[in-house]
Nanobody, 118 residues
Framework: QIQLVESGGGLVQPGGSLRLSCVASGFTAGYTFMHYDMSWYRQAPGKEREFVASITNVYQTTEYADSVKGRFTISRDNWKSTVYLQMDRLEPEDTAVYYC???????WGQGTQVTVSS
């Protein structure tokens, strides 16, 4: 079974930066981390979970939600089975629980809290 563990969340002031990490494990023979597209989602209190960013497996094509474009950067290290989300110029509206997601197996991480407040 595939497991995703997010980390790197915390409290930061507006305009600050955080880097989230998502470590994947539990892959079966023949299919490893590098085979899968990865995504970040977030969910703020009282709101539905929304897409943040995604990155494909080998070509590492990226996509971003309009709300974070130019401020967030998604990347991955296939040898470390890890996907990252670099968040710069954070705004209070970015406050949410951030979740890592594997598209193919449809597996979610447990989430990590990001709070942007002065």
């Amino acid at each position: 079974q595939i497991q995703l563990v997010e980390s790197g969340g915390g409290l930061v002031q507006p305009g600050g930066s955080l880097r989230l990490s998502c470590v994947a494990s539990g892959f079966t023979a023949g299919y490893t981390f590098m085979h899968y597209d990865m995504s970040w989602y977030r969910q703020a209190p009282g709101k539905e979970r929304e897409f943040v960013a995604s990155i494909t497996n080998v070509y590492q094509t990226t996509e971003y939600a309009d709300s974070v474009k130019g401020r967030f950067t998604i990347s991955r290290d296939n040898w470390k089975s890890t996907v990252y989300l670099q968040m710069d110029r954070l705004e209070p509206e970015d406050t949410a629980v951030y979740y890592c997601f594997v598209r193919g197996p449809a597996v979610w991480g447990q989430g990590t809290q990001v709070t942007v407040s002065s």
